[in-house]
């Protein structure tokens, strides 16, 4: 492989949108989850909601400042790395890069206000009040920013003339084809990753022997939400494979090693290619393609043959595919047998192999969303902008790439560890039940 100027362009945007989507996906999740915790406190005279919503929206300030710089290296290199795309279409994305800036800095402003009133109010449904405006900042940031990359699918609002878009309706151009499906998958995996992140971190801390009340309250509101926002997702996951079949199918096809058009099409499940390109050690469900693309088994799905060979995606986003979709099953599963398990009196949900896989559905679940992404994006490829410009000819022709590559991964580097240093601090030094104490000695 060799590290030219498009592939070290291609590297570095990767590196940088992986550790960004990250701190997004918090982001534009926690809000919904500190919203809900403080509702329930108020609703319920309960302490221990109100408290876990203090302490949510302490941590969620950290990973929006971390948000906020690498958020800002995208848009830098959208102009360093990628100008001959910025020269043609920059006029047109403009409107929704410049709306999710003002979306960040309309949350980021009712989170401060949020912050500082917390007893401030004679009333507290007027506190509560200000998580809506945060959570609409949040959302709208991801709705914003998704179509962009929405834009990038499926272009329209504009004419193309000697190379140059002309005619260009930037409303239209959000509002693509592919925006509706993508903003939902994408608003809704991040309201199931940080539900599931927040469960792994009450589970964890249930492990090492922290069993109070607080802990277990904590725990029974995240998996419950990571319950109802992953069957939202399996749902918001299917229109997407539609979409994909009738808009996009190389996409599907790639993703999917389907290489023939028919109906009743196989869904595939790893598997591996061997030296003819057969498919080998593959779990199959037959018919499932046809059905998930058109909602009958005689759904005729296109395949990879019908596309030229230099405008298929690579087919290893197969394996994206396999990775992001049993993560959902997968944490899907343990949240749903954690809710049955509390439902039943006998049997004990705190039990360590269930905690121990609550904890594992956190990380897995972000891995879920980097796979999607990398999904999303590759199976984009070779086109930067689907149907008119590749991404060879978007790169940038500088030399400096290296450094430029060798520099911002010391930047995430030293970011990653910030943040993570911070947090543990934060909370380290501020235990749940001191805290308690302090704020509601009447109430404990």
């Known amino acids: ?103 960040f800095f ?86 199931m990753t940080s539900a599931a992140i927040l469960a792994a971190i009450a589970a964890f801390a249930i492990l090492k022997g922290r069993k109070g009340t607080y802990e277990r309250k904590a725990l029974r509101l995240t998996v419950t939400c990571t319950l109802i926002f992953s069957i939202i997702v399996s749902v918001t996951g299917d229109i ?17 090693w389907h290489f023939e058009t028919e109906k009743e099409a196989d869904l595939i499940f ?46 290893w986003i197969h394996y994206m595919f396999d990775i992001m979709v049993t993560i959902g099953m997968f944490v899907m599963a343990v949240a749903a047998l954690f809710v049955i398990m509390r439902r039943v009196k006998k049997w004990n949900e705190l039990n360590k192999p269930l905690l121990w896989a609550i904890v594992a559905s956190g990380p897995l679940s972000m891995v879920a969303i980097e796979a999607g992404w990398i999904l999303a994006e590759v199976g984009r490829q070779p086109w930067i902008l689907r149907g008119y410009m590749k991404v060879a000819e978007a790169a940038t022709r500088s030399d400096d790439v290296g450094i430029t590559f060798v520099m911002f991964a010391l930047l995430y580097l030293i970011l990653g560890i910030m943040a993570v240093f911070v947090l543990i601090k934060m909370f380290k030094n501020s235990p749940a039940e001191v805290e308690l104490e302090q704020r509601f000695p009447t109430q404990k």
């Open 1 to 103: 492989m060799e590290l030219d100027s498009v592939m070290l362009s291609r590297m570095l945007t990767t590196m940088t949108l992986m550790f960004h989507i990250i701190f997004a996906t918090i982001g534009v999740g926690v809000p919904i989850m500190i919203a809900i915790a403080e509702f329930i406190g108020i609703k319920k005279n309960d302490p221990y909601y109100l408290l876990l919503a203090r302490r949510w929206a302490r941590g969620y300030t950290i990973t929006v400042a971390v948000g906020v710089v690498t958020g800002t290296a995208i848009g830098l290199q959208l102009s360093l790395l990628w100008p001959s795309f910025m020269e043609v279409a920059g006029q047109v994305i403009a409107l929704p890069l410049f709306m999710e800036t003002f979306a």
């Open 106 to 191: 309309f949350e980021a402003i009712f989170l401060g206000i949020y912050l500082y009133t917390w007893d401030r109010f004679k009333g507290k449904w007027t506190h509560w009040l200000l998580t809506i405006p945060v959570m609409i900042g949040s959302s709208a940031s991801a709705l914003f920013i998704t179509t962009v990359n929405a834009f990038m699918n499926t272009p329209q609002g504009f004419d193309m003339k000697n190379g140059e878009m002309i005619n260009i309706d930037p409303i239209a151009a959000m509002f693509n084809p592919a925006t509706p499906s993508k903003v939902l998958h994408v608003v809704m995996t991040s309201y």
């Open 240 to 256: 997407s494979a539609k979409f994909l079949a009738e808009v996009q199918p190389e996409k599907l096809a790639a993703a999917e």
């Open 270 to 315: 790893f598997g591996t290619l061997n030296e003819n390109g057969e498919i080998e050690n593959e779990i199959r469900i037959p018919k499932f393609l046809s059905f998930l693309a058109g909602n009958s088994f005689d759904t005729v799905v296109v395949g990879l043959e019908e596309f030229p060979e230099d405008e298929r995606p690579p087919l």
